[in-house]
């Protein structure tokens, strides 16, 4: 279960939101044109919140089958550290579920509350 909860929590708070990206050629997406050269920045946190491609977006859901989100990015700008984050973060909720708050992955309830963070 801790797998499937941090691949979860990787999509419902992902750790990088914003990303940018400058097109090699013309590109055309939905009617707009996006210029070679020009600076495009894309909402990957969005794209994890997507409810064509997640029933229930905004729930935390442990048990959601197969979790593809964009959160270490994708195909070849996917993070190579990605395994290793992953990892780190199954052994934390381990032990948070050990010490901390036993049975909360088990029962897939964590009570969430979002921290903004500006910089200025």
Same mark, same amino acid.
């Given at each position: 279960?801790?797998?499937a909860?941090?691949?979860?929590?990787?999509?419902?708070?992902?750790?990088?939101?914003?990303?940018?990206?400058?097109?090699?050629?013309?590109?055309?997406l939905?009617?707009?044109?996006?210029?070679?050269?020009?600076?495009?920045?894309l909402?990957?946190?969005?794209?994890?919140?997507?409810?064509?491609?997640?029933t229930?977006?905004?729930?935390?859901?442990?048990?959601?089958?197969?979790?593809?989100?964009?959160?270490?990015?994708? /195909?070849?700008?996917? %993070?190579? +550290? &990605?395994?290793?984050?992953k990892?780190?973060?199954?052994?934390? @909720? *381990?032990?948070? /579920?050990?010490?901390? %708050?036993? +049975? &909360?992955?088990?029962?897939?309830?964590?009570?969430?509350?979002? @921290? *903004?963070?500006c910089?200025?």
């Amino acid at each position: 279960m801790i797998p499937a909860a941090v691949e979860e929590l990787l999509r419902f708070v992902s750790p990088v939101l914003w990303v940018s990206r400058v097109p090699a050629e013309d590109i055309e997406l939905n009617g707009q044109v996006l210029r070679k050269g020009s600076r495009v920045q894309l909402g990957i946190g969005a794209a994890n919140h997507d409810p064509s491609e997640f029933t229930n977006p905004e729930q935390l859901d442990f048990t959601r089958p197969k979790v593809n989100s964009l959160a270490f990015g994708y /195909g070849p700008h996917f %993070c190579m +550290g &990605a395994a290793l984050a992953k990892m780190e973060a199954q052994i934390a @909720l *381990y032990k948070i /579920g050990c010490v901390g %708050c036993p +049975g &909360a992955i088990r029962d897939n309830h964590f009570e969430y509350e979002p @921290l *903004y963070i500006c910089e200025r």
